[in-house]
């Protein structure tokens, strides 16, 4: 089926599902995100474990109080260490440290769950069984993809299910009272997750994306390009930039009409962000400019790309109501060095896309 309504809801359902196919910089943004939210529950717990020692003294018996005390004191400090130790942002780390934080909480449980041999002669004890439905909570305010979620959630009922049919406590009712919310509080928390994640890509898009090419806009191309130029200082790579502008634009407008001159920017934005390397970053600089930002890009490899564009663009044939139009494209190269600040290069790449035209349009300079 290729109707637009199917094509949208098919493309929104793939987004919920995996990440595979979000952009760079929405990955790198929910990574931060992620990272953030988990390093702040991570803390909480932390400081709660040991601080809950008051409450057992009150409620536990002194035979497993000194093996509960010992186990609160251990999992605080590593929960702390998770909150604390820095990791780099992206989607691995993210990942991982929401596996470490269910580890981590539900060992504990495991560990709580055999030191009472999963009977609670005291009603307050009965408060200890709902750490998982606890921690489901914490995870349903995570902007998680389905496959994310449910590796996560999965993880948390699997535990609970194991360590109570490992201790036989498995027919119980309370257990399977407990079973029976934390399924509901799962069910929730996927339904929690996706929202957000769906809201969190609509503010993105709209914030980050040009709405009438779909590219960068200049805000967020800027923003974005300050992480990728970091990462090309660090591994001591050059960058190179594309200054792509498209010639007598103006005479188009004045000619075919503003809404022609629209189709030709969305057409000349589909083949810059075409064939592009996942790393690249298009965007629209303003007007009829655009920007191609090539981490791990030399001078030769960066010529090639451009002159593949020029002439992708001169092979356009854009259809208007007075016909179709033709167009060309002049293009500047410029090359950084690791290090060299993007306003200097993009400079560079402004003056050779000036030498361009003034060689007769249609022309890569660098």
Wanted: charged fraction near 15%; aromatic fraction near 8%; charge should be neutral.
């Amino acid at each position: 089926m290729n109707h637009p309504l199917y094509t949208k809801m098919r493309a929104a359902l793939l987004d919920c599902v995996s990440s595979r196919d979000h952009s760079h910089d929405f990955s790198f943004y929910r990574s931060e995100l992620l990272l953030e939210r988990v390093r702040l529950f991570a803390a909480l717990f932390g400081l709660a474990s040991p601080a809950w020692i008051l409450v057992d003294r009150w409620l536990l018996p002194e035979d497993i109080l000194g093996a509960m005390m010992g186990l609160r004191v251990v999992t605080g400090l590593v929960l702390l260490l998770l909150a604390l130790v820095p990791v780099k942002p992206s989607l691995n780390s993210a990942r991982l440290r929401i596996t470490a934080l269910v580890v981590v909480v539900m060992g504990f449980y495991v560990f709580v769950e055999v030191l009472t041999g999963g009977t609670y002669p005291s009603p307050g004890l009965i408060g200890y069984t709902i750490l998982p439905v606890l921690l489901v909570g914490v995870l349903s305010l995570l902007p998680l993809t389905i496959l994310e979620s449910s590796a996560a959630l999965a993880l948390i009922a699997l535990t609970v299910l194991g360590t109570h049919f490992s201790i036989a406590s498995l027919g119980d009712a309370g257990v399977l009272g407990l079973f029976w919310v934390l399924l509901l509080f799962i069910g929730f928390a996927l339904l929690a997750q996706i929202f957000q994640l769906r809201l969190l890509l609509l503010i993105h898009r709209q914030a980050t994306r040009d709405a009438l090419t779909g590219l960068f806009n200049r805000g967020a191309l800027l923003r974005h390009a300050a992480h990728v130029l970091a990462d090309c200082k660090k591994r001591e790579v050059s960058y190179s930039v594309l200054m792509i502008d498209l010639d007598r634009f103006k005479l188009i407008n004045d000619t075919y009409g503003h809404l022609a001159g629209d189709k030709v920017l969305r057409a000349v934005a589909r083949v810059i962000s075409g064939s592009l390397s996942p790393s690249y970053l298009p965007g629209r600089f303003g007007g009829e400019e655009f920007l191609l930002l090539m981490p791990d890009t030399e001078l030769e490899a960066a010529l090639e790309q451009a002159e593949r564009l020029r002439a992708s663009v001169e092979e356009l044939v854009v259809k208007t109501d007075s016909g179709p139009l033709n167009i060309t494209a002049s293009i500047g190269v410029a090359v950084g060095a690791p290090g060299d600040p993007l306003e200097e290069v993009v400079h560079r790449a402004d003056q050779s896309l000036y030498s361009a035209k003034e060689s007769g349009r249609n022309f890569v300079v660098s």
